[in-house]
Structures are given as structure tokens and as C-alpha cells.
């Protein structure tokens, strides 16, 4: 047997990454030998190398580990967390599944991984299903499914437990035509602040917090951008665009403004006042949610992919988008309005 492939039957053998860091150089590294080779992989602080190596020394040792490992409920969710950041998710994506996992322990009550069954899994969905919408309860179930293949890969769970998604019913997606949006913005064209919200909505998809949080740093008018922060996400786009014709009327709002103020409305919006508004529009049961929908359905009803709108909604599924935000209604009709019926009759 030659010198070389003795020292490869060597590192083979040596499975215990190890953590280090290079001189004059920023940042750690986890190191391992793999089929003979040296690896390392680079990572920003000691915490994630230190992770990562616990990670690879895992998969290096697979043969080793065999049965599943009890392991404390808050530990295995600072472990997934830290999973997250080493695959580089960004801390939105990362802020919803956490916020999952803690409905699950707050509704469970798991203390360790072994608190995590079938009977378990089943009790949250139906403890969490009186609390939500169906539509927001397969959101939790996608993030739960998601943790639960990451849990049964490292050993902390068996393998074999299984959450559905529940069925939701199709309901009708109220949106404004373009005409219902016109006579929407005549009937509130006594009330500037009011009519510039209801514009932002119908141009942006911005919810109503959203748009109360905008401040007049956030216009870029050089670039027609808009800077928004998506509250219930925790989500932020620095560069939404605006149509020039939104971003004049913002600039002759702007223009009136006093100086010092920061936000872009100073009032706050009053129910009352909305009330009496779409009741003079002819639409009593408007909801101010519901120009966000008609946002997605005029994108829609104009060719726009679902992808793009849905990256504009920031939601996290197209499904979502689709099923919930968009009504295609009109979109069919002009479907089937392309058939050559003409030429046939």
C-alpha cells in the first residue's frame, strides 16, 4: 500500500470537524476531510461555524447515530433557527416560522422532542383552526411541515408523522372595477388625506397600516419609489414603484406639508368618516382591505403574472395570491372572448 493511499484511509477516519480562523482574515470556518480531502466552509461569526460543525459532524457520522435523540423543545427551536440562517433565509422567511412554532408550543405545550406526536400535531391544527382562517392555518402547516422534515432528518423526531393541509372553500373575491374605483375617489375628493390613502392602495396593494407608516423620507420622487415596510411580515421593499401620476399627486401633497412633519398623514384615519364615504360611492360593504384585492385583480385583468404580484403583495405563497387577492372573473371573460366564435357562425 503507497504513502498516499494510506493517508486517505487516514483523514477518512478523522470525523470530528473543527472550528478555526485564518489570519488577517474577517469571518470563521468549520473544516473537515471528505473522501480524502480537506473542506472548509466560511461563515461571518463563531456561532454559525460552531453550528455548521455540529451539522457536518452529524452527517459525517451518520452510521453512528441511529435512534432518535430526545432533545429540549427550545433548544431544537434555536437550533432550527440557526439552520435558517446558515442557508441564508432571510429573517422575514425566518420571523414567520418561528412565529409557528411558537403558536405550536403556546397551543401544545411540548417540552422536548418527544413531545412531538401525532396526537400532538392533530390537537394543534384543530386548536389553532378556532383561531384563524383556513388560509392562514395552511400557512402554519406549510412552516410545521417544513420544521418537521428538518427534525425527522437530524433524528429528533420518527420519521412518519404527517400533517394535511385543510381544504378551503372558494369564496368570491371582492375587487372594484375600474369604474367603481373612479366614483370611489369622487365620492372622497372632499377629504385630501383620505382620497391619497385610497389612491396609494389601489397603485400599490399596501395595507392600510402600511400606509400609515409611510413617512416623507420614504419618497424618492428623483426615482418614483416609494420605501415601504410590510408591519405584519416584517418585510421591507426600498424601492416599490410608484405610477408618475401617483407621485405628482404626492408631490403637491408633500408641498403643503409643514415643515418638521416626518410621516406623510399627520390625521389619523377615521372608520367613521370611511363609512360614510363608501356608503356615497354605492358600496356600503367596501372594505379598505379590499383595495388591496382590486389591486391584484386590476394586475391581473391587464396580463401581469401572478409572480410579479405576488412579489408586490410580499406574500409568501402565489397560491395565496391567486386563491385569496386576485378575482379573475373578467380575466375568463376575456379568455373567451380570443375563442373565433365569429368565424363559426
Not at 165 to 173: A, F, G
Not at 264 to 289: E, M, N, Q, V, Y
Request: aromatic share 8%; with cysteine; charged share 25%.
Amino acid at each position: 500500500m503507497t504513502s498516499a493511499v494510506r493517508t486517505a484511509d487516514t483523514m477518512d477516519t478523522m470525523r470530528k470537524p473543527w472550528v478555526y480562523r485564518r489570519k488577517g482574515i474577517k469571518g470563521w470556518w468549520t473544516g473537515w476531510y471528505e473522501s480524502g480531502k480537506r473542506k472548509a466552509k466560511a461563515f461571518p461569526n463563531k456561532n454559525l461555524a460552531e453550528h455548521f460543525r455540529h451539522i457536518k459532524y452529524t452527517q459525517l457520522n451518520s452510521d453512528v447515530f441511529t435512534s432518535i435523540v430526545n432533545f429540549d423543545w427550545r433548544e431544537i427551536v434555536e437550533e432550527y433557527r440557526r439552520v435558517k440562517q446558515v442557508e441564508g433565509l432571510k429573517e422575514a422567511s425566518i420571523y414567520e416560522a418561528l412565529l409557528t412554532l411558537g403558536h405550536f408550543e403556546r397551543l401544545v405545550g411540548p417540552d422536548s422532542s418527544k413531545g412531538i406526536t401525532q396526537n400532538t400535531l392533530d390537537q394543534f391544527i384543530l386548536d389553532r383552526g378556532q383561531e384563524v382562517s383556513r388560509n392562514t392555518l395552511n400557512k402554519d402547516i406549510r412552516n410545521l411541515t417544513a420544521f418537521l422534515n428538518w427534525a425527522v432528518r437530524n433524528r429528533f423526531v420518527a420519521p412518519g408523522l404527517e400533517i394535511k393541509k385543510v381544504r378551503v372553500d372558494q369564496k368570491p373575491v371582492t375587487a372594484l372595477s375600474p369604474g367603481e374605483v373612479y366614483h370611489l375617489l369622487m365620492a372622497v375628493s372632499e377629504c385630501p388625506t383620505l382620497r391619497l390613502r385610497v389612491l396609494l392602495a389601489v397603485t400599490t396593494g399596501l395595507r392600510r397600516g402600511d400606509i400609515e407608516a409611510i413617512s416623507v423620507d420614504d419618497i424618492h420622487f428623483d426615482r418614483n419609489t416609494i420605501a415601504t415596510r410590510n408591519r405584519k411580515a416584517r418585510k421591507a421593499m426600498p424601492e416599490r414603484p410608484i405610477p408618475e401620476e401617483i407621485m405628482t399627486e404626492l408631490s403637491n401633497y408633500v408641498a403643503t406639508l409643514p415643515d418638521g412633519q416626518e410621516l406623510l398623514f399627520a390625521d389619523r384615519f377615521s372608520a367613521k368618516r370611511w363609512t360614510k364615504i363608501r356608503c356615497k360611492a354605492g358600496l356600503p360593504d367596501l372594505k379598505f382591505h379590499d383595495l388591496r384585492k382590486t389591486f391584484a385583480s386590476l394586475l391581473a385583468q391587464r396580463g401581469v403574472s401572478t409572480a410579479v404580484t405576488q412579489r408586490l403583495l410580499e406574500h409568501s405563497s402565489p397560491q395565496l395570491t391567486n386563491d385569496v387577492y386576485t378575482n379573475v372573473d373578467p380575466v375568463l371573460r376575456q379568455a373567451i372572448n380570443l375563442l373565433p366564435v365569429a368565424e363559426w357562425l
